[in-house]
């Protein structure tokens, strides 16, 4: 890699709580907490938080480009954001990209955006043609780096060989979902094609929807729960057993199970998890945990406690 997209502090901010379920000022909060920490890529997507009522989309990069203008802070941050998945610009083909590109930009007021990401895949489009498309960006100058979320790893493979092969702009990070309660997609697949291609590797439902924060311990703790939809995925008998040994971890380094947790993924190789942070008051452990050294000893007892996640 030639970029530099997260700095000294290897986390990365989750903008997807922006005008969600963290109001402006909150949002504004915990973006000048983060920056003061010394973190800087801010992640974000053209369609958050299109899932809330009320919201159309575009909202979290509104709140971060207001941010921006507010603090004129854009030379201290890093932009990543995604195209693929919001309902007006669904798809990858080269016209939706590029006007959802110009959407983007305008919502963060800025005329570049650090790291663009395909979001999900459109198999309307040929390897060749992704290539194609987002390099034509770089070289427009309206984005820096490229990255690849959700698609599969074969996909992304033949991307990244189709740029190679045309001497094009190649991808330099993937995003995909990892933590100790969903390992097997990296460790099965996705962690190769970062290997072979000297990728950066992005986190994302680090923590599990919450289960890896240590607040949940049984099941009854997730009754009423706002995501217990999400965090029934991970509350069976293995995932609690699982929190057990992280708090065991965590207690002890003297540190949060979510400190614990990040850490983990940095011991794996990930280059920094992304991690969201509704309020300030949230935002140390998620710092701690880009901090935090774990031994080789608490990586095995964790490694062991989550291997039924592996499948």
């Given at each position: 890699m030639?970029?530099d997209?997260?700095?000294?502090?290897?986390l990365?901010?989750?903008g997807?709580?922006?005008?969600?379920?963290?109001?402006?000022?909150?949002?504004f909060?915990v973006?000048?907490?983060?920056?003061?920490?010394?973190?800087?890529?801010?992640?974000t997507a053209?369609?958050?938080?299109?899932?809330?009522?009320?919201n159309?989309?575009?909202?979290s990069?509104?709140?971060?480009?207001?941010?921006?203008?507010?603090r004129g802070t854009?030379d201290?941050?890093?932009?990543?954001?995604?195209?693929g998945?919001?309902a007006?610009r669904?798809?990858?083909a080269?016209?939706?990209v590029?006007?959802a590109?110009?959407?983007?930009?305008?919502?963060?007021?800025?005329?570049?955006?650090?790291?663009?990401?395909?979001?999900?895949?459109?198999e309307?489009?040929s390897?060749?043609?992704?290539?194609r498309?987002?390099?034509s960006?770089?070289?427009a100058?309206?984005?820096?780096?490229?990255?690849?979320?959700?698609?599969?790893?074969?996909?992304?493979?033949?991307?990244?060989?189709?740029?190679?092969?045309?001497?094009?702009?190649?991808?330099?990070?993937?995003?995909?979902?990892?933590?100790?309660?969903?390992?097997?997609d990296?460790?099965?697949?996705?962690?190769q094609?970062?290997?072979?291609?000297d990728?950066?590797?992005?986190?994302?439902?680090?923590?599990?929807?919450?289960?890896l924060?240590g607040k949940?311990?049984?099941a009854?703790?997730?009754e009423?729960?706002?995501?217990?939809?999400?965090?029934?995925?991970?509350?069976?008998?293995?995932?609690?057993?699982?929190v057990?040994?992280?708090?065991?971890?965590?207690?002890?380094?003297d540190?949060?199970?979510?400190?614990?947790?990040?850490?983990?993924l940095?011991?794996?190789?990930?280059?920094?998890?992304?991690?969201?942070?509704?309020?300030?008051?949230?935002?140390p452990?998620l710092?701690?945990?880009a901090e935090?050294?774990?031994t080789?000893e608490d990586?095995?007892?964790l490694d062991?406690?989550?291997?039924p996640?592996?499948?």
């Amino acid at each position: 890699m030639t970029i530099d997209l997260i700095g000294d502090l290897p986390l990365v901010l989750g903008g997807n709580t922006f005008g969600w379920t963290s109001d402006e000022d909150e949002s504004f909060a915990v973006l000048d907490a983060f920056l003061a920490a010394g973190g800087r890529q801010i992640d974000t997507a053209d369609v958050y938080s299109a899932w809330a009522p009320g919201n159309d989309g575009g909202v979290s990069e509104a709140v971060i480009g207001r941010w921006l203008a507010a603090r004129g802070t854009r030379d201290q941050a890093v932009l990543a954001t995604k195209v693929g998945s919001l309902a007006s610009r669904k798809g990858l083909a080269r016209e939706n990209v590029e006007a959802a590109l110009e959407d983007s930009l305008a919502r963060l007021g800025t005329d570049c955006v650090d790291l663009y990401y395909a979001h999900f895949d459109d198999e309307t489009q040929s390897p060749a043609e992704l290539a194609r498309t987002f390099d034509s960006l770089v070289r427009a100058g309206k984005v820096g780096a490229i990255g690849i979320s959700n698609l599969s790893p074969e996909r992304q493979r033949s991307w990244i060989e189709a740029a190679r092969a045309e001497d094009l702009t190649v991808p330099v990070a993937i995003q995909v979902q990892y933590s100790l309660a969903h390992r097997a997609d990296v460790e099965s697949g996705y962690g190769q094609v970062v290997e072979e291609n000297d990728l950066a590797l992005f986190s994302y439902f680090s923590l599990a929807a919450g289960l890896l924060t240590g607040k949940y311990r049984s099941a009854a703790d997730l009754e009423g729960v706002a995501r217990g939809a999400q965090l029934t995925d991970y509350g069976t008998p293995e995932g609690f057993a699982l929190v057990d040994v992280l708090v065991d971890v965590a207690e002890r380094h003297d540190a949060e199970p979510t400190a614990v947790a990040l850490a983990w993924l940095r011991a794996k190789g990930v280059t920094a998890p992304v991690a969201s942070a509704r309020t300030t008051a949230q935002l140390p452990a998620l710092i701690a945990g880009a901090e935090l050294e774990l031994t080789s000893e608490d990586v095995a007892a964790l490694d062991a406690a989550s291997a039924p996640f592996t499948r």
